[in-house]
């Protein structure tokens, strides 16, 4: 039976997830919806595609990351729902700000902002879940939860390319704002859900934490990751790498189709949301059913899948970039997502199963700082980086793309690899 507070049910415990699910979809809308704008912001603010990467990854990357930190104290130490829902309102007032922007500057500011909100998200919601579910559900609902990124950043292209197909170009009324670009229109409406989104998630009942002592000190926390610090790095960084990989993928595709195939941007937009709503779901699913089947028996399980995932996900990658055809490429897409996607869902529970309940909101912020800074921080900018300084030229987004991501899956495996041994004296060591 869950593990749940007092009154509660396990119903309960599946509508919070879902809850949870919602606000995290909204994350990904809010943060995605730029990668199909690429083409009228850069014309309108005169950008690079250095400068591009920089609303899309670093920038945001860093402060939605070391933002986790001191974020992942308090949600082992306040209660979490009301935590959660003043930054959902944050980052919706920031993304709304990004359509009210008159230059390069409040642009990136407005970004960071989005940042700073949406670092509570992930670790409020694994700290949530692993009061809210026993343990032999956390990988079923971890991946559940993980399914939101995909349908989030699906949705961002859907959404994109509905507006862009249905916006004339130039600047449109919009009422008091005056005009505005059909870009910026689209940021001002995925904003709106957020105030009500945010309402939603402060009515979730706080759960009796499963270790219901005090949360230790800052020492005995140090203490606690010194002492599995081989493990623990060497997963962050697999799920990390791949997560670069995916990055990379999500932030260029469009614009590599356009380049690429002169694919408009509405249609790129529609066929890669189907993609990554429906390969993104299958892949992390897969990964939180297989890795709850498979450790009962291996208590290493869940990084195997993670090494095959990645090992599926990267010859897949090559041939979709390097296809003839624009139909060619989207369909070996498919695979290059579901495995890429099987690799990053392998990553929470694997983390979960060797954190005690009271450290996970600082496990987990951990994580989401290693997944942002190298995946959202390195991935799209070391494609524009090669594009623009070593090609020179924008045309060869594709190889840019080939290269960033066979060298993060290649690091990706190995990372994997060098977990296993210690992973396992550490999952050995939880269980005693």
């Known amino acids: 039976m869950e593990h749940e507070s007092s009154g509660s049910t396990a119903t309960y415990s599946w509508y919070a997830l879902g809850v949870l699910i919602a606000a995290y979809i909204l994350a990904f809308v809010d943060r995605q919806v730029l990668n199909l704008l690429v083409a009228p912001i850069k014309r309108d603010l005169h950008l690079s595609d250095v400068q591009i990467s920089l609303l899309q990854g670093l920038s945001f990357a860093l402060f939605l990351s070391f933002g986790g930190l001191p974020i992942g104290r308090l949600i082992d130490t306040r209660p979490r729902p009301r935590l959660l829902a003043a930054c959902i309102a944050l980052w919706s007032v920031m993304t709304a700000g990004c359509g009210l922007a008159a230059g390069y500057a409040q642009f990136l500011l407005c970004r960071i902002g989005v940042g700073v909100g949406e670092a509570a998200m992930t670790p409020s919601a694994y700290s949530l879940i ?43 009324p919009a009422g008091p704002l005056g005009t505005r670009a059909g870009w910026q229109l689209v940021f001002l409406l995925v904003a709106l859900p957020g105030l009500a989104v945010g309402l939603w998630v402060a009515t979730l009942r706080e759960p009796a934490r499963r270790d219901a002592a005090s949360p230790p000190g800052l020492p005995l926390v140090l203490r606690y990751f010194r002492g599995r610090a081989r493990a623990l790095v060497a997963v962050n960084l697999a799920v990390a790498f791949a997560a670069m990989a995916i990055q990379a993928l999500s932030a260029w595709l469009p614009s590599f189709f356009l380049r690429h195939f002169g694919l408009p941007t509405a249609e790129t937009g529609r066929m890669l949301g189907i993609i990554i709503i429906t390969a993104g779901a299958a892949g992390t699913v897969s990964a939180g059913l297989l890795g709850d089947r498979l450790a009962v028996a291996r208590p290493d399980a869940r990084l195997h899948v993670l090494i095959g995932g990645a090992v599926l996900a990267a010859p897949c990658a090559l041939v ?40 996970r909101g600082v496990q987990h912020a951990v994580a989401v700082l290693a997944v942002n800074l190298i995946g959202l921080g390195l991935g799209p900018t070391a494609v524009a980086l090669i594009s623009d300084r070593l090609f020179r030229d924008e045309a060869r987004i594709g190889e840019a793309l080939a290269i960033t991501v066979a060298a993060a899956l290649a690091l990706s495996i190995a990372a994997a690899l060098m977990a296993l041994a210690p992973y396992r004296r550490a999952r050995a060591a939880a269980v005693a």
Do not use: C, K
């Not at 690799?343 to 199963?353: D, E, K, V």
């Open 320 to 359: 979709a970039l390097h296809a003839a055809n624009a139909e060619a490429a989207l369909m070996w897409l498919v695979p290059t997502i579901f495995g890429l996607t099987l690799a990053i869902g392998s990553g929470p529970a694997t983390l979960q199963q060797v954190t005690p309940p009271a450290m």
């Open 130 to 172: 692993g009061d809210y579910f026993e343990d032999r559900r956390q990988g079923v609902a971890m991946a559940l939860y993980s399914v939101g990124a995909y349908v989030g950043s699906g949705l961002a292209l859907i959404i994109g390319a509905a507006v862009t197909a249905r916006v004339p170009a130039g600047r449109i």
